[in-house]
């Protein structure tokens, strides 16, 4: 019988030191028995998920852990988020995240999230962003709260385009953050200029809109990022082979990371990529899912949320939630079952930095893949002192799955 195994996902957990929790990291000062129990039954180590020369962002980082190799294969976060909503794009498409953000009258980007807008309120107004400015040459689309895509269709358009990511460019005037061309063809030039006229009278649009009324952080602008033609990516069970393997998260980035490498992609009602996500309902997926597959990876974005909100005492709660609701269940209720155990962040939000960063990740692995090293609790400081060493590419997988 194959090996089977989970992988928890902690987005955005690794930080820094911190002088109001005595030097310590927001990870070592949470209570987290589950987390601290995989590194002490297990080994420990860490693994480069950001590699240099690609976006510091999540779907960059989850394709390294799952071993899909970014550096070969990222096609931009716009195109695997439109795998993830199951919108086919033709190959003169140009995908593009778009998020729904609050730009205040100075003209500073001031939120990423228009104040995490509910689900209902994005949907509303990307439905009327589309009955006013759709066309054979724009379509806009909607994803979940500010997570939203746009799509450009025609030779006339080009993905070879620098962008400014929202939740990295926060209180920065929207002037210094404009689209730049990558190459000096027309279509980059005529792409930004297209764009920037849609922007505007978007802005226009929004700022009157009666979602928008009496809100501290209206969805006022659209902003276009990571644009990218449709994604060819291997499937998982050619890069494992013969190897299953099914995907749970509330967000479409880490979904379409799945779809694209034909994992299962597990969808659980009330999943909200917030502290109110459906923790329970995430748990029970997990050990379902586990009975018919040999790899589950299961990711919870909340942490990394509070870590953008730059909010200490909620990226600590996200945290202690992780691993009393996500972790402890499912070592608990898998206990008597051969399966192998990893835990690890996608990459470090600094809650001071409120960003991401390149900083190899923390790492420990538990069950018959793993010897017992001498490291015993999780965290940045201690992970790198264990037996596992530095790992990348395919190589956390494999040895998960006795590969
Ligand atoms: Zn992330």
Not at 279 to 303: C, S
């Amino acid at each position: 019988m194959n090996q089977k195994a989970i992988i928890f996902l902690a987005d955005g957990m690794a930080d820094e030191p911190l002088a109001e929790l005595n030097g310590k990291t927001p990870l070592e000062a949470a209570h987290t028995p589950g987390m601290d129990e995989i590194a002490r039954r297990g080994e420990n180590g860490t693994f480069l998920t950001l590699p240099d020369g690609l976006p510091t962002s999540s779907d960059v980082a989850n394709m390294s852990v799952l071993g899909f190799d970014p550096e070969r294969n990222y096609p931009g976060r716009g195109p695997i988020e439109a795998m993830a909503q199951g919108i086919e794009l033709a190959p003169d498409d140009v995908a593009w995240r778009c998020n729904l953000v609050y730009v205040s009258g100075d003209g500073v980007l001031r939120d990423y999230s228009s104040g995490h807008i509910s689900p209902e309120d994005a949907a509303i107004l990307m439905r009327d962003l589309q009955e006013k400015f759709g066309s054979d040459e724009v379509t806009f689309h909607t994803g979940v709260s500010y997570r939203n895509l746009l799509v450009l269709h025609g030779k006339r358009f080009s993905s070879a385009i620098n962008y400014f990511k929202p939740d990295s460019s926060q209180d920065i005037a929207v002037a210094e953050l404009p689209l730049t061309p990558k190459d000096d063809s027309a279509e980059a030039r005529d792409t930004i200029a297209f764009l920037n006229d849609l922007g505007a009278k978007c802005a226009a649009f929004l700022q009157s809109h009666s979602v928008n009324r009496g809100k501290t952080s209206p969805a006022n602008a659209i902003w276009p990022w990571s644009p990218g033609r449709v994604p060819k990516f291997p499937p998982f069970n050619l890069l494992y082979p013969g190897r299953s393997a099914a995907i749970i998260s509330a967000v479409d980035v880490i979904k379409g990371i799945g779809r694209c490498g034909k994992m299962d992609v597990i969808d659980v009602p009330g999943a909200t990529g917030f502290l109110d996500t459906n923790y329970a309902g995430k748990v029970e997926a997990a050990l379902k899912a586990i009975e018919t597959h040999d790899l589950v990876y299961l990711h919870v974005e909340a942490i990394d949320e509070c870590s953008h909100l730059g909010d200490l005492k909620l990226k600590l709660q996200a945290i202690e939630d992780f691993d009393a609701k996500i972790v402890v269940p499912v070592l608990r209720a898998l206990q008597d079952r051969n399966v192998n155990f990893a835990v690890l962040p996608d990459h470090p939000v600094p809650i001071k930095l409120r960003c991401h960063t390149t900083t190899p990740v923390p790492l420990a692995i538990c069950g018959n893949c793993a010897k017992c090293d001498q490291v015993d609790a999780f965290s940045e400081k201690l992970a790198p002192q264990g037996t596992l060493g530095f790992l990348g590419g395919t190589q956390l997988v494999k040895k998960l799955l006795n590969l």
